[in-house]
DNA sequence: AGAAACATACCAACCAGTTGGTATGTAGTC
DNA sequence: GACTACATACCAACTGGTTGGTATGTTTCT
């Protein structure tokens, strides 16, 4: 009983209620009632966590960003040596990933940016922050593969770690738009078909 | 005074108000009050056009199809007698359009799908026939690139084209989460060099 | 006891959609 | 060509329900 394997209390309960409710119907059209409804707690429990509407929607960009992160710590590929595999290898498991229904793989954080960028500053930074530290945990291994093979191209590690996020971005996007991941995983296919060209063509 | 030069109905003024306000606050937080204000016309005759305020979600979709249809029809990128030429024009179109506000050159239909594939249905197809229908204006001109190159690699023209889309509407999200443009236009060039790897590695 | 965590009851502003009406056609009929 | 019948385009005021947020409790933990 030393640590408590799962004490949910209601802040928790209603971050993880967003994380659903709010990738299926978006960030505008969910309301605070709904939230409340889906984790089980009041409306008074709301507001003793979060100052406003605006508020949790950071808090959920935040916690989401925990929880993905740690999918992504623990997942398989970082195991391999070769730094190029482990790059292609993250790539594979977003791939892995699109199974299910949209709603359920498909990112919080770029449904909650489209709306939000104009009206609401600490949410569009709390998304641009999610966005490029996931991004940076690629580049290292993208920098390593580049210098393995003593590459000096006209891109940036950088530019091409955030270009994997833009197609599984707009991967996520078709799927919504197509109602299923068929299309989307085969954007996911040219992207990994473009990073072994572009480490493939250099090896010559 | 045969054609008449303009003569702009509520119709249409409430689109073309559509198209930039949904654009900067998303489809749920527009109010049909606002989109009225912002047209200059009153409510009733909103709803005299409009069955209700999804149906104008579809009906703008539509016009920004039809709207943006004509852009693209008349872009210069299609003279060249090389197909291959031609898709890389459009990319470099497409790239050529990211100045300005992000308000500005992001997609009505990305911003939309994002929030209404699963609540409204019929935004969902509109959106769906939207990209699917100009992604179709580039597999005629990719398809006459493999052929001309007598290519049978193991993607298709129709994935190649909507991956060209996911790849912009992930740009899109990542100039707004980034607060411009500069990360999308570096993926914009990714998908440049991409394709070029694509058909220059059949080459040989 | 006192603070943090929650619950209940409530409100003012706002929302999509409705109502009843006016103005301007336009087609048909005598 | 004028009168009737009907359709389209639009408007201002209103409505019932919803929304984010607050005020004021009660319970739980330390």
Known sequence: ?????????ARSKLLDAAMSVVRTKGYSATTVDELCAAAGVTKGAFFHHFKSKEALGVAAVEHWSETTGTVF?????????????????????????????VTDFTCLVGTMVQEAYDSAPA????????????????EADIEAAMEERGMSPDWTATSLALHTQAVLQGAFILAKAKGGAEAAAESVDHLTRYIELLFGAARH
């Open 123 to 138: 949410i569009r930074a709390a998304c641009d922050k999610s966005i490029s530290s996931h991004a940076g945990t690629l």
């Open 1 to 9: 009983m030393s640590t408590h394997p799962a004490k949910p209390d």
């Open 73 to 101: 710590a623990n997942a398989p590929y970082h195991d391999h040596p070769d730094p190029l595999q482990r790059v292609l290898g993250y790539v594979a498991f977003r791939k892995s990933l699109l199974t299910g229904s």
